[in-house]
Structure formats: C-alpha cells, structure tokens
C-alpha cells in the first residue's frame, strides 16, 4: 500500500512517527506529512524532508490517486482537530481512502463556544473518514463504529545497573490530568523515597506551572526536572527500576486516554505503579495499581521487584493496523 500519515505534531515528539517507521519496514510506501503553515513531507524511504507552502500540498493531494492507480492511496489522519475544513478537502480532491487516528477524547476539557466548533469538526471529520481506529478501549463508547489499535512503545529491555529503587520516576504531560494532591501525600507517606518528575507543562498553563512549584517548594522529596523529548527516553528510563503514573481517577480527563507512559516502562522493564484509571485496570496483570497514598510504598518495592518483560511494539501496533486498512483500500 501507499500510505499518507499525517500529523500536527514535531518529528521528536511525534509518537505517530514510529508508527509510520514500522509501516514502512512491512514493505509500504510511507510518506509522513507534518502538517502546518509551510507543511514538512518526509519519504520514510529515504528520510528526505522537503518543506511546501500549503497550496502545493493541495496540488500534491490533486494528483496522489493517479500517481498510483493500481494501489489506492490510504490517507491516516492523526491531526487531532486541527485543520478540519483542510482535511476534508484534501480527501475530497484526492480520492482516496482516509483513516481517522482517534487516540484520545479529541474533545478534552474544552467549553462552550470552542467545544461546540470542535465537536462540529468532529463530526465531521468522523463523518468524512472510511475507517476510524482509536487507542484507549474506552473510546469505543464514544466512536462505536471505529477499531482498537491502542499504542506502543519503540524501547527495549534497558541495562538499569546505576538504578536506585528509593529515586522513582514520574513522566507526565503536566496538566488537569495529575493529581497533585495524591502526589503530595505519596511523597508524604514515602519520606525515604525520591520522585522525580519529568514533563512538560502542557500549553504552559500558568495555573498548573503554579500548582507544580508549591509541589515540589513544600515537598523535599519531589523534584522537577523539566521536559524530555522522545530520543531521550532511552537514557532517562535507564536510570529509573520503578515508575508512578498518579492520573486523577473518575475524571473524564483520564477516562479515554492510553499513556504511552504505560508501553514504556513495560518495554524497558521498569516497574509500574499506576493509579487505576480504566486504561491501567485492563493492563493489571503488567502494572501494579493503588488507590490511595498509603499503598504507594508498598506498590513501588513490589513494581520494582516485579518488572515484567512485555508491553506492545510499535510493529505490533503495524501489524495490526494494515490488515484494517486493506478492508477499505
């Protein structure tokens, strides 16, 4: 097949980037299209990068179908709600098959007059696409006509010989989904044990930059250590035996989402306490599960004793994703 994937976010961040690698290692013709102002195409083949303007990505578009007649072009939409009406369109003038990449409530925690655009662009978007596939299990009550896929992990097994158990790692999008309260009384309940936090504040809300600073000025044994790209990963989890994912629990914010946090630490064989939000409910047999701060000591010597080789590859993620698309092409 000739595969499109386009995205809206960066090549280092871009989780979608490994899967595009690993379709292309199957043997299909990939072409990752960053999608913005001045798009940036990459053949996957060669790694080659050119910059366009917009309208000769149009022009591309016009044209895609008949470059290939015999193998029918299949466009994997993972531009979240960005550029509905330029989605559309390009489907429109190519003529080809498109699959809409649903790997989280794409609603979020909007409100009013940009909830309902968005939600407008959603149905749209879902309306116009001949396949849907999405991450978490849950999303299916959302979108129940679309696919599980779920997500992956590009890490293998890491060397942890300079690892200490008491310095536990916590990667995190810092936002509305981290519960702050319960990371305080964790480290209140674990005097002995360090947490390190590594993320980004997402959107650079000041209210959740404020909540972060109080944290860690009112909690010895937390530190933040700031953001992390995807190609530090390696590094960074080698240095970690156990990890803590405290996600609000009951929060639609956390009830559609499947962390890649979660593939990573499985991947590398690092241990992982998680609270139980529904994602890590149907991973239980991998991670260890707590529900209030009390149990987190007890969690992490147990995580940290007990890491299971395993989780989900990217390639697997391929493997599953192309017959899906074969039923549309």
């Known amino acids: 097949m000739e595969i499109v994937l386009l995205t809206v976010r960066p090549a280092k961040s871009d989780f979608r980037l490994h899967l595009a690698r690993e379709l292309q290692a199957l043997g299909h013709a990939v072409t990752y299209i960053f999608l913005k102002r001045h798009p940036e195409i990459t053949d996957m083949a060669t790694g080659e990068t050119v910059r366009w303007s917009l309208p ?125 309260a319960l990371m305080r009384a964790a480290a209140a309940a674990c005097p002995d044990r360090v947490f390190e936090i590594w993320g980004r504040v997402s959107q650079d809300d000041p209210a959740i930059a404020a909540a972060l600073e109080r944290l860690v000025a009112d909690t010895p044994n937390i530190r933040y250590n700031g953001p992390y790209t995807d190609p530090e990963l390696p590094a960074l989890l080698a240095r970690y035996l156990v990890a803590f994912a405290p996600y609000k629990v009951g929060d639609r914010l956390t009830e559609f989402i499947d962390p890649l946090r979660f593939y990573h630490c499985l991947a590398s064989r690092t241990g992982l306490v998680s609270t139980p939000i529904p994602q890590a409910l149907t991973m239980a047999d991998q991670i260890v599960l707590v529900r209030d701060a009390a149990e987190v000591d007890a969690a992490l010597t147990r995580a940290a004793a007990d890491r299971p080789a395993g989780g989900r590859s990217w390639a697997d993620v391929a493997k599953k994703l192309v017959p899906l698309l074969e039923t549309i092409n």
């Open 56 to 180: 000769r990505l149009v022009r591309w578009f016009a044209v895609l179908r008949r470059r290939r007649p015999a193998a029918r072009p299949i466009v994997f939409n993972s531009t979240n709600l960005a550029f509905p009406g330029l989605s559309i369109l390009l489907r429109a003038i190519s003529g080809t098959r498109w699959c809409l990449d649903l790997h989280d409530d794409l609603l979020y925690n909007l409100r009013g007059a940009a909830r309902t655009r968005a939600a407008t662009a959603q149905r749209l978007l879902v309306a116009s696409s001949d396949l849907l596939v999405h991450a978490a299990p849950s999303l299916k009550t959302l979108f129940p006509r679309s696919h599980h896929l779920g997500n992956g992990s590009s890490l293998q097994p890491l060397p942890k010989t300079d690892a200490d158990e008491r310095h536990v790692l916590i990667l995190a999008s810092l936002d509305g989904r981290f519960d702050f």
